[in-house]
């Protein structure tokens, strides 16, 4: 079982920047595929990023494409997301979520682990 707690959500203005973690339990993180995925309310949850294991391949919404980072520290059993230039679209509850196989996905039912979430809310 893993658990996974995310972490830097906040206000911030447009424009601004925020750095999400999610810190994961569990001794075969750096196994897992790791993405990020965002609901608003009274929408659709939808992803933002995904990471394979070694980090060494990551994938992006076109919504965030050259906006936003995903990167992972496996020695920390850790996951991050970067996002600048934040815009009110961007508002929405962030959840990561980890999948013990397979390649990183943009379909939420790939993964098996999903934490709480942090809200980011943008607005001046």
């Known amino acids: 079982q893993v658990q996974l707690v995310e972490s830097g959500g906040g206000l911030v203005q447009p424009g601004g920047s925020l750095r999400l973690s999610c810190a994961a339990s569990g001794r075969t993180f750096s196994s897992y595929a790791m993405a990020w995925f965002r609901q608003a309310p009274g929408k659709e949850r939808e992803f933002v990023a995904a990471i394979n294991w070694g980090g060494g391949s990551t994938y992006y919404a076109d919504s965030v494409k050259g906006r936003f980072t995903i990167s992972r520290d496996n020695a920390k059993n850790t996951v991050y997301l970067q996002m600048n230039s934040l815009k009110s679209e961007d508002t929405a509850r962030y959840c990561c979520?980890?999948?013990?196989?397979?390649?990183?996905?943009?379909?939420?039912?790939?993964?098996?682990?999903w934490g709480q979430g942090t809200q980011v809310t943008v607005s001046s």
């Open positions: 979520a980890a999948a013990r196989w397979g390649d990183p996905s943009d379909t939420d039912a790939v993964y098996d682990y």
